[in-house]
C-alpha cells in the first residue's frame, strides 16, 4: 500500500503539469490587450494597456510566458491577486478556510444522511416514505442554489431575524481587531480557532452562522447520494444471497444494513468523494448570498475579472485535490470491498 | 387546525411588524457601509478607482477639499486658507500657488505636519506614476507632461529635475510652480492623490528617500509592491484599524483630530456583493447604508425608515460614432462595403449618418423607461455642475428626419442598398443595452434593408476592443477627474482625447479652442471657448448623448451630515460629517 501511494502522488507531478499547460494555453488566447485590461478598471487607465503588456511580458511567446510562470511557482510566488489586492498565496489561505469550514460540517451531514435516506428509502421501497424521500430529492436537486440560499435569508434572516450573513457578527470581529493578541488564528477555521483560543463564544457564533450555508448546501446536494444509496440497496435486495438469508432465517435488520447497504456503498462512495472534492472548490451561490467570502467567492470574481493567477492557482489546487481524493477513494475502496486490492 | 393557523399567521405578521419597525438604533457607534467596490491600494500615489479614494479622503487629508456640495469651491483643510487671485495666493499669472500650512496637526503615529511633508508628497505623487495611476494630473498641471515614461516605457529625460523644481517648500509655506496656467489644478489638488503623507514615515517604509537623483528607482513599482499598499499614516479624522481585502474595511476614530473628534467612533465598510443580502442588512438596521444600483430604487423607495439622497454624478454616457474603423478581422462591419452586408469603414464619417442615428434616439422615452425620470438627459459633455455649462440644442426624435439624412447619406447609397452593422454595449449595463437597442430598432424601422445587431461584450474586452477602432459605434461613459470643462470636452472632442482620437475625430477649430481653453485663467475668456466647444458638438454632431447619471444613496434615518457633492460618488462616504441619532 504505501508503495501505491507513493506511485500515485509521483503521477501528481504530470498531472499538474497537464493540467497548468492546458489552463495556461486557454488563457493564452485571450489578447494581450485583454489579459493587460484585467489591471484597469476605469476608461481613464485605459490609456496604459501597451505600457502594462509590455512590462508584464505579456506578447511574449506562449512557452516563455509558461516558464515564466513556472519558475515563479517554483520560488513560491503565485503572482498579484487583483480580486484580493494581495498575494495569491497569500488570499489563498484566507478563503480556503472559509470553505473547507463549511465544506466539514456539510460534508458529513451530506453523506450520512444521503447513506441513512438512501437506505430507508431503497428498503421501504414504493411506500410512502419511499415517496416523500424521493420527492424530497427531486425538489432539493432541482432547486436553483441560488434562489434556494435567497429565500432562507430572507425568511430566517430578514423576518426572523435568526440568522445573519457572514462568518461571526460585528461585535466578535471587532473584538478580535481590537484585541490580536487575545484571539490567534490558528487555522482560520472560526470554529476551531474559538475553541482553541479558549472563545466558546467565538465558536458557537461561528457555527451560528454556518446554519444556513450548511442547510442550503445539504438540501440541494444530499439528493445524489440519496439517490444512488437508494438505487443501490434496490439492486442489492434483489440478489440471491439476500434471498438465500432471509429463507435461512436471518434477521431483516442485519441483511438491509449489514449486508445489503455495505455492498451497495461502493457507488456511493465514488458519488460522495466526487462532491467532497468538488465542494472544495467552493459554492458560488452559498458563498455570495450569505456574504462568506471563500474559494467559491473567490473563483467567481477572478474568472469574472480574468484575475489570471488566481485561476492557475485554483486550477492547480483542485488537480491536487482529485487526485488525493481518487486516491483516498480507492483505499477505501479496499476498506469496503476486501475483494478489491491495490496494485 | 383552522384556528392554529390563523394564530401562525397572526405571529408571523407581528413577527414581520416587529422587523420592520424602527427600533432603537443599532450599534449607535458605528456607522456601517455594505457596498461591493473592492480597494486596490491605500498608496495616495497609486490609487485611481473610487472605493480606494473613499478610504484615502478619511485617513489622509489634502491641502483643500470641496465646501460642502460645490464642486468648484473649496476649503482649507491643511492649509490655513484657500489661495485665490483676490487674497494673493494665486499670482496675477496663474502660475505660482502659496499654501500657508496649518501648525500643530499631527499624523496618527505622532509626526507633526511640516510644509516639508507637502512638498515630499507632491513630489512623490508624481515619481511613482505606476501605469493606470492618477499621477498624470499633477504631472500635466505641474510639468506639461502627462507621464514620466514615453510609450516605450523610458522615462523622459528630464522628467524628474522638473518634479524637482515645480514645488517648494519657504518655512511653513508651500510654493507650486506651474508651467503654465492651468484652471483644474485646485482639483486636482483636492483629489485623494494629492493626499498628505509623512515624509519620515514614508522613508521609514521603503518610499522615495527624497533625493531626485533615486526618483527612478521608485517609478512605477509593480502592482501591489507599491511600499505604501496596505498601510497608511494620515491626519484626517478617521485611522485605518484594519483592512481585510474584499471582505471588510475599518476605521476608528481619530480621537485627537486637530479639527475635532468625530461622533461616529467606528466605521466598517463591508463587501457585500448580493443585492438581496445589502437590502435585507439594510432593513434589519444590520448596514447603515447600502449601495443601491438604479434597478433595485424603486423597491427600496419602497422600504420604510430610511431617507434618500438623489445625487447627479459629474458624469456622461454617449454612443460614439467612430469615423475610420479597422477593418481587420472586424465582424462589426460585415463584407466592410456599402452593399447591404456590411458598412465602409468611413460609415460615419459622413454627417449625415450620423443626424440620422441622432434623430433616431428618443431622450424622452429613455428617461422615462429606462431611468424612471431619475436622470439627467445631457446635451453636451460638458454636464451639469461643471463650470460653463450651458444647454445646447439636441437633435429632437424624429424618425422623418432620420430617413431624410439616410436618403442622402453617401451619395443615397444608403438608401439604395441598405447596410449592415453591430452596435456593441458592456455585458451586464441595461441603461446601455437599452439605447443600443432603441437606435437599432428604429433605424431599422425606416428600411427593411438596414439591419443592426446589437451585441454585449465584456468590460476587459470591451476596453481594449474600442480603442482598435472595431466598434462601429461604442457607448461608453466618463466621470469626472476634476470638476472643469476641459476633463470633458477635451476628452469628448479633441483629436488627441481618450474618446475623441477612438472616434478618428479631427477637427481643427475644436483642437484649438480645447487648448485655448485649458491654457486661460480669466473666466470670461474659458466661458467664450467653452461655449462655443458645446456649440460644435451639436453642430459636427459628434456623437449620441445618452445620459448623466443620478444616483440614489438610501440611509437608515438616523444617520445625519450628508452633504451631496457631485465629485464624490456613490462609492464615497465622508464620515467626519456623519452622526448617529
Known amino acids: 500500500m504505501p508503495t501505491y501511494i507513493l506511485r500515485r502522488f509521483f503521477f501528481l507531478i504530470f498531472v499538474l503539469f497537464g493540467v497548468s499547460v492546458l489552463l495556461f494555453g486557454i488563457l493564452m488566447t485571450f489578447s494581450p490587450e485583454r489579459r493587460a485590461a484585467a489591471y484597469v478598471t476605469t476608461p481613464q487607465q485605459a490609456k496604459d494597456i501597451p505600457k502594462i503588456i509590455k512590462k508584464f511580458g505579456l506578447d511574449d511567446p506562449f512557452y516563455i510566458q509558461y516558464v515564466r510562470w513556472i519558475k515563479e511557482v517554483s520560488r513560491g510566488n503565485m503572482g498579484w491577486s487583483l480580486v484580493a489586492s494581495r ?21 458529513p451531514i451530506v453523506i450520512i444522511l444521503g447513506i441513512w435516506l438512501g437506505t430507508v428509502s431503497g428498503i421501504h421501497r414504493d411506500t410512502w416514505l419511499d415517496h416523500s424521500t424521493r420527492i424530497f430529492a427531486i425538489i432539493g436537486w432541482s432547486l436553483p442554489t441560488f434562489l434556494f440560499a435567497l429565500v432562507l435569508l430572507m425568511v ?129 451561490a452559498v458563498e455570495v448570498v450569505y456574504n462568506r467570502h471563500g ?49 | 387546525m383552522g384556528r392554529l393557523k390563523f394564530w401562525l399567521a397572526i405571529g408571523l405578521i407581528i413577527g414581520l411588524a416587529a422587523g420592520m419597525a424602527n427600533a432603537e ?35 489622509y487629508e489634502p491641502l483643500i477639499f470641496f465646501d460642502g456640495g460645490h464642486t468648484d469651491k473649496f476649503k482649507p483643510l491643511l492649509t490655513t486658507e484657500v489661495p485665490t487671485l483676490e487674497n494673493g495666493g494665486i499670482s496675477a499669472d496663474g502660475k505660482t500657488y502659496t499654501f500657508n500650512i496649518r501648525k500643530g496637526v499631527k499624523f496618527h503615529e505622532g509626526q507633526t505636519l511640516t510644509a516639508e511633508d507637502v512638498v515630499y508628497s507632491i513630489k512623490r505623487g508624481m515619481i511613482v506614476d505606476q501605469d493606470g495611476g492618477p499621477s498624470w494630473m499633477p504631472l500635466e498641471a505641474l510639468t506639461g507632461e502627462g507621464s514620466t515614461r514615453d510609450k516605450d516605457g523610458n522615462i523622459v529625460p528630464g522628467i524628474f529635475e522638473k518634479i524637482d523644481k515645480c514645488v517648494e517648500a519657504k518655512g511653513d509655506q508651500v510654493i507650486f510652480h506651474l508651467p503654465k496656467p492651468f484652471p483644474p489644478f485646485m482639483g486636482i489638488l483636492a483629489y485623494s492623490a494629492s493626499s498628505i503623507i509623512s515624509k519620515e514615515w514614508a522613508v521609514a517604509n521603503n ?31 478617521y485611522k485605518m484599524k484594519s483592512w481585510e481585502p474584499s471582505k471588510e474595511f475599518v476605521f476608528a476614530a481619530n480621537e485627537a483630530y486637530w479639527g475635532g473628534a468625530p461622533k461616529i467612533k467606528t466605521a466598517i465598510i463591508k463587501y457585500v456583493k448580493e443585492w438581496s443580502t445589502r437590502k435585507l442588512m439594510l432593513q434589519n438596521g444590520d448596514a447603515d447604508r447600502v449601495t443601491v444600483d438604479n434597478p433595485y430604487v424603486p ?41 447591404g452586408n456590411g458598412i465602409p469603414t468611413d460609415f460615419f464619417a459622413d454627417v449625415n449618418v450620423r443626424k440620422a442615428f441622432l434623430h433616431a434616439f428618443d431622450r424622452d422615452t429613455y428617461a422615462n423607461d429606462v431611468f424612471n425620470n431619475l436622470v439627467v438627459m445631457p446635451s453636451s459633455p ?82 481594449v476592443k474600442y480603442r482598435s477602432y472595431m466598434y462601429p459605434m461604442f457607448l461608453i461613459g466618463w466621470g469626472a477627474d476634476y470638476a472643469d470643462p476641459h476633463n470633458f470636452l477635451y476628452t469628448f472632442m479633441h483629436s488627441k482625447g481618450v474618446y475623441g482620437r477612438y472616434m478618428a475625430y479631427q477637427n481643427d477649430e475644436v483642437d484649438k479652442l480645447c487648448e485655448e481653453g485649458i491654457a486661460n485663467v480669466d473666466p470670461a475668456k474659458r466661458e467664450k471657448v467653452y461655449h462655443r466647444l458645446q456649440d460644435l458638438w451639436y453642430e459636427e454632431a459628434i456623437a449620441v448623448p445618452l445620459y448623466q447619471q443620478i444616483v440614489v444613496r438610501a440611509y ?21 460629517n456623519l452622526s448617529k441619532q
Request: net charge neutral; glycine share 6%.
Open chain 2, 207 to 237: 518610499c522615495w528617500d527624497g533625493n531626485i537623483a533615486n526618483a527612478a528607482k521608485y517609478n512605477n513599482p509593480p502592482m501591489g509592491q507599491e511600499p505604501l499598499q496596505k498601510i497608511a499614516n494620515g491626519t484626517n479624522a
Open chain 2, 382 to 463: 460638458n454636464v451639469k455642475g461643471l463650470p460653463y455649462h450651458k444647454d445646447v440644442p439636441v437633435y429632437a426624435f424624429d424618425l422623418t428626419k432620420s430617413a431624410e439624412y439616410l436618403k442622402k447619406a453617401h451619395g443615397g447609397k444608403v438608401w439604395e442598398k441598405g447596410f449592415k452593422m453591430v452596435i456593441t454595449h458592456n455585458t451586464g449595463n441595461e441603461m446601455r443595452e437599452a439605447a443600443a437597442m432603441m437606435m437599432a430598432e428604429n433605424i431599422m424601422s425606416l428600411n427593411p434593408k438596414f439591419k443592426i445587431e446589437v451585441r454585449n461584450v465584456e468590460w476587459k474586452d470591451y476596453l
Open chain 1, 87 to 107: 498575494p495569491v498565496g497569500e488570499a489563498f489561505w484566507r478563503y480556503f478556510p472559509i470553505t473547507l469550514e463549511m465544506n466539514l460540517y456539510a460534508a
Open chain 2, 25 to 59: 438604533v443599532k450599534n449607535p457607534d458605528t456607522f456601517i457601509f455594505a457596498t461591493y467596490g473592492t480597494v486596490r491600494t491605500l498608496d495616495p500615489a497609486v490609487a485611481y478607482d473610487t472605493t480606494s479614494s473613499q478610504r484615502l479622503w478619511n485617513i
Open chain 1, 156 to 284: 430566517f434572516y430578514g423576518y426572523f431575524q435568526w440568522f445573519s450573513p457572514g462568518v461571526l457578527s460585528d461585535q466578535l470581529t471587532m473584538f478580535i481587531i481590537d484585541n490580536p493578541e487575545q484571539f490567534t488564528r490558528y487555522t482560520g477555521l472560526l470554529t476551531v480557532d474559538g475553541i482553541l483560543n479558549g472563545r466558546l463564544d467565538v465558536a458557537l457564533d461561528a457555527f451560528h452562522h454556518l446554519v444556513l450555508p450548511i442547510l442550503t448546501y445539504v438540501i440541494v446536494v444530499v439528493a445524489l447520494n440519496m439517490r444512488v444509496m437508494r438505487s443501490g440497496i434496490i439492486e442489492e435486495l434483489s440478489k440471491d444471497y439476500v434471498m438465500t438469508a432471509m429463507a435461512k432465517g436471518a434477521d431483516k435488520r442485519t441483511i438491509h444494513y449489514k449486508h445489503a447497504r455495505r455492498n451497495a456503498l461502493l457507488p456511493v462512495v465514488t458519488v460522495a468523494g466526487q462532491l467532497v472534492a468538488m465542494s472544495m472548490e467552493g459554492s458560488i
Open chain 2, 556 to 576: 437608515r434615518d438616523w444617520i445625519h451630515g450628508y452633504t451631496p457633492n457631485a465629485m464624490l460618488m456613490d462609492a464615497n462616504e465622508m464620515l467626519m
Open chain 1, 295 to 343: 474559494i467559491g467567492w473567490w473563483l467567481a470574481e477572478s474568472a469574472t475579472q480574468l484575475d489570471m493567477p488566481v485561476l492557475m492557482c485554483i486550477c492547480l489546487f483542485m488537480g491536487l485535490v482529485f487526485v488525493a481524493t481518487n486516491l483516498t477513494l480507492d483505499i477505501l475502496y479496499a476498506y469496503i470491498d476486501p475483494r478489491i486490492r491495490l496494485n
Open chain 2, 299 to 339: 423597491e427600496v423607495k419602497e422600504m420604510k425608515n430610511l431617507k434618500f439622497y438623489e445625487v447627479p454624478q459629474l458624469s456622461m454616457t454617449a454612443a460614439f460614432f467612430c469615423q475610420k474603423i479597422n477593418p481587420d478581422g472586424n465582424p462589426d462591419i460585415g463584407s466592410g462595403k456599402l452593399d
